[in-house]
């Protein structure tokens, strides 16, 4: 066994690493870019060497600087995690030159799998079943327009070095293809440096299914069950469980013993994931192998009782399977969700900003949470923007769905917009209750999932209320107790009014909309004003003023407790899986809001790739105009009218920051 590793990733995954090494009793090495200094990974590393700038194309993707943090620390063995250089063949061979252990499958392995094309071909070979589709070398685009034509849509474009949903398209007919095909192609060369696609018939209802594969040196292959990750986002998997909901052993070892057949056709050792399409009529289609540890491997651990990772180590060290096929079994249902900083009533938009609060439900055998992030940490544009992966586990699925609703209704996040409440959408949804989804769940069931946006409810109201005028009365105990006359009536909050009633009036910005609530003072409370009629409210802070304030709050006689995170004037309210943003008003502030006329800004921060119209031309309402791509995603700036367009304020290249004007748009009202 290795007495020292290097991990050359960061987040979760580094993290995860480091417990199962640190349970052999393995030193780790951790590599960090400036953005990661003081990040979790690293404070829970044996060491830690910086490797350059926050950009990954400029630290964590430079093989040469691994290679030497490598060397200089004594790491006799390379952990990739993945994403990243997890599934290149080049740094793995570099590693093997260089006399260090690569902790995946083999070189050639990789290469074999690293094309999506070349795999479906080797695939073919094994017998292994394949979607109808294109994989060849051609690629010019009138080629491959054709090729699509003959296939019939919808239609599937994927990058053949792709992977997490990045460089796929799906086409609804023929005249959509060509701008389809330059966005995945796009999309391929800037995230894998590649910019070949694969076609494939686009399946209306499957299921994603995959098999965790295992391998070891001496030949021997088992598969240790499937997953399901059919609920996904833009391609990408937000909830994954196992075992796959109405799997039969039929079924599963026939599954099984396809996913071994993909691994030995290749010669594969370590961790693998062969990941199929699952048909309405029970036939299945071979979709891809990933030659490295999934990102949803805890669910496969949760009802397995087995830890991959120190699989994972154990293979790459030299030693045989640690149990065979007779020995696996399954017990229980395990779902995990991803928790991600991103707004999902805006299409999933990634959201950054820091980690003001963050509180989490308590671990233990039914829940377990993998995060590489803590209280105080940015979410940056640099990275992929998950904060946590939150894993439950039960005896059957309807318990396992149990326990993830009330944990995500515990789970706190403020600083960031996330997508918790929609999972708890998820959770909750009837179908997904009862196992009836497929890969096209999320749009099917959008107006469930996405309900209109709201207003702040009288809960949330009362509680900001609740929280305003219990922080004014703890300052004014504070300063009366520091004042040179600590009985001046200066110091009360009471709403004194000379001839009328004891009251105060709160304003709050909720989005556009502006609510003014008065607040009436009780001997025992407050009386509020709401917009759908009076409240009594009572409450006491939990917490001290310097920091987050969770409230014990009686209104109209039901007990909450909730936390409300200030950051200036804006307040988060964090109740029962809920979450509401707020601004409190300054009555004595001057309100100068520049509209922001004709100009479009970005919505994040991000990178300028292309320009879809020349400046000047006259555009309707949903032309695209520029393309932003940030953390890892391409995001399409469309025209909010008809009108023209200016000027562009920036060059194709530029990085710009959340909220940029990146043109200067006239509508033709506006003409």
Not at 219 to 243: M, T
Not at 303 to 316: C, N, P
Request: glycine residues 10%; hydrophobic residues 40%.
């Amino acid at each position: 066994m290795f007495d020292k590793i290097l991990i050359a990733n960061r987040g979760e995954i580094a993290c995860r690493i480091i417990k199962s090494a640190r349970s052999l009793g393995i030193q780790t090495v951790a590599v960090y870019s400036d953005a990661d200094a003081s990040s979790r990974h690293v404070d829970m590393a044996d060491e830690a060497y910086h490797i350059g700038p926050s950009p990954a194309a400029e630290s964590y993707l430079i093989p040469e600087l691994l290679l030497k943090v490598a060397k200089e620390s004594g790491a006799q063995a390379v952990h990739p995690g993945y994403g990243f250089l997890s599934e290149n063949a080049g740094f793995a061979a570099s590693c093997m030159e260089a006399g260090i252990s690569f902790i995946g499958p083999p070189v050639e392995a990789i290469e074999a799998m690293g094309s999506k094309s070349a795999a479906k071909r080797i695939m073919e070979k094994a017998a292994v079943p394949l979607v109808p589709g294109y994989h060849g070398d051609e690629q010019e685009p009138t080629f491959l327009h054709k090729q699509a034509d003959a296939i019939g849509y919808p239609l599937l474009i994927k990058a053949t070095a792709g992977g997490g949903g990045k460089g796929m398209r799906v086409v609804e007919n023929s005249d959509g293809f060509i701008s389809a095909l330059a966005g995945a192609c796009r999309e391929g060369k800037s995230s894998f440096g590649d910019d070949r696609v694969l076609l494939e018939r686009y399946l209306t209802k499957p299921r994603h299914i995959e098999i965790q594969v295992f391998a070891d040196s001496q030949g021997n292959y088992v598969h240790l069950f499937e997953r399901d990750c059919s609920i996904q986002r833009r391609h990408q998997k937000v909830v994954e469980e196992a075992p796959a909901p109405g799997m039969t052993p039929e079924l599963r070892e026939r599954m099984g013993s396809a996913a071994i057949a993909a691994a030995q056709a290749i010669g594969y050792v370590g961790a693998g994931t062969v990941e199929f399409l699952l048909d309405e009529d029970g036939s299945f289609y071979f979709m891809e192998m990933n030659t490295r540890l999934q990102v949803e491997h805890p669910v496969t651990e949760m009802i397995t009782g087995q830890d991959l990772v120190e699989w994972q180590l154990r293979v790459a060290a030299g030693e045989k399977l640690p149990a065979t096929q007779r020995e696996l079994y399954i017990s229980g249902h395990a779902i995990e969700v991803r928790i991600y900083a991103e707004d999902a009533d805006q299409d999933f938009l990634p959201s950054t900003g820091m980690l003001t609060h963050l509180s989490t439900p308590d671990e233990g055998p039914h829940i377990r949470i993998d995060t590489g992030v803590r209280q105080g940490d940015a979410v940056s544009i640099h990275y992929d923007p998950m904060i946590a992966k939150l894993i439950v586990w039960d005896q059957d699925r309807a318990g396992a769905l149990r326990r993830l609703r009330t944990a995500l209704s515990s789970y706190q996040v403020a600083g960031v917009t996330t997508n918790i409440g929609f999972l708890g959408s998820v959770a909750a949804q009837s179908n997904f209750a009862a196992a009836d989804f497929d890969t096209g769940f999320i749009e099917r069931h959008r107006q469930e999932l996405f309900p209109e946006s709201r207003p702040a409810c009288e809960r949330t109201l009362a509680l900001a209320c609740l929280d305003v005028l219990l922080r004014r009365d703890e300052e004014a105990k504070v300063a009366a107790k520091t004042s040179f006359d600590p009985h001046s009536p200066w110091h009360q909050t009471g709403g004194w009014r000379l001839n009328c009633d004891n009251h105060q009036v709160l304003v709050f910005e909720d989005g556009e909309e502006e609510i003014s609530v008065t607040a009436h003072y009780r001997q025992k409370g407050y009386l509020l004003d709401l917009p759908s009629g009076a409240m009594v409210v009572d409450g006491e802070l939990a917490g001290d003023l310097g920091g987050d304030d969770e409230i014990m709050a009686d209104l109209d006689g039901k007990r909450f407790k909730a936390t409300v995170v200030r950051n200036g004037a804006e307040m988060s309210i964090l109740c029962q899986g809920t979450s509401h943003r707020l601004k409190l008003q300054d009555p004595y502030a001057r309100l100068d809001q520049e509209a922001s006329g004709g100009r479009l800004t970005a919505p994040m921060p991000g990178l300028i790739v292309a320009f879809m119209v020349d400046a000047g031309s006259d555009v309707e309402e949903g032309t695209p105009l520029v393309i932003l791509e940030a953390m890892k995603m391409e995001h399409t700036i469309t025209a909010p009218a008809d009108g023209k367009v200016i000027a562009f304020n920036y060059d194709v290249g530029a990085m710009v920051e959340d909220g940029a004007e990146l043109i200067d748009f006239e509508t033709t009202e506006g003409v």
